[in-house]
């Protein structure tokens, strides 16, 4: 029988706490495996057990884990409470102020802090301490505040952050229309022929692992993607390269190097913390290993940010220095780099 209301379908006191809406190429997955790939730090028996209570749904229908997701369909998790990522706690947690002032702040993010509360991570966020030290932040249109962009867990770097609702539209306008400046730094794997250039291709979820994102170049897929790259230094099995972004996609940059062959310095998630360039020779690995302990993350920083001031359409720009792992990962690859060259000579 045909259901004219959705809402008889599940309890009014319910909470959307994930959506999906499957692709055109989707081929039929089970539900619990779906979206297993889907959200971080899940398991299939929390997954199973959502299902077997009613709380996934397909189309507005509950269905069980045993549902084959087919293309085009609205996958919904609805759970008893709140997402925990909309119930903010102010945490006195220090900030790097680089600059502030009555209408935004510009702050230098360390690496392994989320930027805002999601799946896994409740806590410890960069939105938990500005919700401690400032009061009535502008909330962005995903209801976080005084977020105008974001950078990934481990990368590092700068964030301008929003205090009032005029500071918010304008700044969020100029990321959109693309004339704000961002600039990051990193070390990629191998030696990028190049001394300059431009990566364009398209970036969604990667079909296999939804946990990576991938680069789709015909366009049919994906969102629009430019990064422009220079080469600051050779270190022999790896170079040290700026990036300038155009547009700003999920892991952008990580995904680009990786999309032209030059994966990011110990970025995990997509292989960069395996030795994709040198030699066989133990004492090599043994040095590469050393690189990681130094460097326990992916080697990027957002080293410079630029935009025109909301109020006084001055045009500002922000620096910070190359965070000490990074730098002292650096200084170890020039050694290494230039023993090698007295070697071969």
């Not at 039929?28 to 979206?35: A, G, M, Q």
Request: hydrophobic share 35%; charged share 25%.
């Amino acid at each position: 029988m045909e259901n004219n209301n959705v809402e008889n379908d599940y309890d009014d006191d319910l909470y959307e706490h994930h959506r999906f809406e499957a692709g055109k190429g989707q081929s039929p997955l089970r539900v619990d495996k779906y979206l297993m790939n889907l959200i971080e730090n899940a398991t299939r028996n929390k997954i199973q057990q959502s299902a077997a209570s009613g709380n996934i749904f397909v189309n507005d229908v509950a269905v069980k884990s045993n549902y084959k997701v087919k293309a085009n369909d609205v996958v919904r998790v609805l759970l008893s409470h709140p997402p925990y990522e909309n119930l903010i706690i102010p945490e006195d947690i220090p900030l790097d102020i680089v600059y502030e002032d009555d209408q935004l702040l510009v702050v230098n993010k360390a690496a392994g802090i989320v930027v805002h509360p999601g799946h896994g991570n409740y806590t410890g966020t960069l939105v938990n301490a500005l919700a401690f030290h400032f009061d009535n932040l502008p909330m962005n249109s995903s209801e976080r505040p005084g977020l105008v962009h974001r950078i990934d867990k481990d990368t590092s770097g700068l964030l301008v952050v929003a205090k009032t609702e005029t500071a918010m539209t304008y700044l969020a306008k100029q990321f959109a229309d693309k004339t704000s400046e961002r600039e990051y730094i990193g070390i990629v794997w191998g030696n990028i022929e190049e001394e300059e250039g431009t990566i364009e291709g398209n970036i969604d979820r990667h079909v296999s692992n939804r946990m990576q994102m991938a680069v789709y170049p015909e366009g049919d897929k994906g969102k629009h993607a430019v990064t422009h790259f220079k080469v600051l230094e050779r270190l022999g099995y790896v170079t040290l390269v700026s990036c300038r972004l155009e547009t700003g996609r999920t892991h952008q940059i990580r995904v680009h190097m990786k999309y032209i062959g030059h994966t990011l310095f110990n970025d995990e998630r997509y292989g960069g913390n395996l030795i994709l360039k040198g030699t066989t020779f133990t004492k090599y690995k043994q040095f590469v290993d050393n690189c990681f302990k130094v460097l326990p993350r992916q080697a990027l920083h957002a080293r410079t940010l630029g935009f025109e001031h909301p109020v006084t359409k001055e045009f500002m720009r922000f620096e910070t220095e190359i965070p000490a792992d990074i730098q002292e990962c650096i200084d170890k690859w020039r050694i290494y780099s230039k023993a090698q060259t007295i070697e071969e000579d």
